[in-house]
């Protein structure tokens, strides 16, 4: 019994320190994915095949241009070709205020959420790269490797603690705590999206500032009281928009930027002072002998970046 336990426990600390085999590249974060790109995107193409089928798709034209638009502003600036990605972006008809995007480069978005949102394109803008991130990401298939590794663990350990008189206790010990390490890998693939996804709004041309509205909008349709932050597959919304405006100011000069393109022109520069405008400093006025001597003026403090408020954001 002993050798068997100490081979499960080999076992999942193999699994634990296995090396990660790929990386997000906006965030630097190692993660652990078992299967190839090609059988995501066919597994997503699949699954938004059967969407299609099951629920009304929109015919109001000006809608579906509408996300025509947005979406591919949003998937042209995620600066990189995703893995065999079609884009593709369909309105479904539903009061639901949701939108989602699945490998293969298949994004849906519900007129309930545009609805919510209302005229301003910037807040369906940093919902759908939120969703676009969850896929440039791979957090679908990181989920699946991590499902699969959670079912081999299980199994090593009811095949290793089989004559085991506290062999039940163990497997639901093993069944909580997987669960609660699950939802915690998905609150942070969340905020990795929402930090992610902010990025490729910005970059696009659209106001980062508009997620914390929108989520206030959001909040105000909760009803009821929602689980804990540790039973649940979503970061609190107030700690959601907290995150949300901290990280916003850092990525308005790439949405100014990125605007202007759009608009055939360029960031007008700040006037500078010509010599034969500039003012001169006034000369200080004299001060007494036995006057205290002035405080120092403290050094500014220099500029947030992105890159210091995405650490932040993340926890680094």
Sequence with gaps: MKRRLAALLG???????????????????????????????????????????QEKISADPAVNARIQRIGKRIAGAVGRDLPNAQWEFVVFESEQINAFALPGGKVGVYTGLIKLAGANDDEIAVVMGHEVAHVSSRHGAERQSQAALIGLGGVALGVGTQD???REYYLLAYGVGSTLGSLAY???HETEADVVGLGFAARAGYDP?????????????????RPPKWLSTHPPTGERIANLER???????????????????????????????ATKPATPAARPANAPKPAPTPAA????????????FLGR
């Excluded at 090609?38 to 193409?45: D, F, R």
């Excluded at 500032?209 to 009281?225: D, I, L, S, T, Y």
């Excluded at 990280?247 to 100014?256: F, G, M, R, W």
């Excluded at 500029?303 to 995405?310: C, G, N, P, Y």
């Design 209 to 225: 500032r508009a997620a914390a509205v929108f989520w206030r909008k959001m909040a105000a349709k909760e009803n009821g009281a």
């Design 186 to 188: 998905s609150r942070d």
């Design 164 to 166: 085991d008189k506290n």
């Design 247 to 277: 990280l916003a100011p850092s990525l308005v000069p790439t949405y100014e930027q990125a605007r202007a393109r759009l608009e055939g022109g360029t960031p007008a520069p700040a006037p500078a002072a010509t010599p034969a405008t």
């Design 301 to 312: 403090k220099p500029a947030s970046t992105e890159q210091q408020e995405l650490d932040k």
């Design 11 to 53: 076992l999942a600390c193999a699994l634990l320190f296995l090396p990660a085999c790929s990386t997000v590249p906006e965030t630097g974060r190692k993660q652990l994915i078992l299967m190839s790109a090609s059988e995501e995107a066919q597994m997503g193409v699949s699954a938004f095949a059967q969407i299609k089928k």
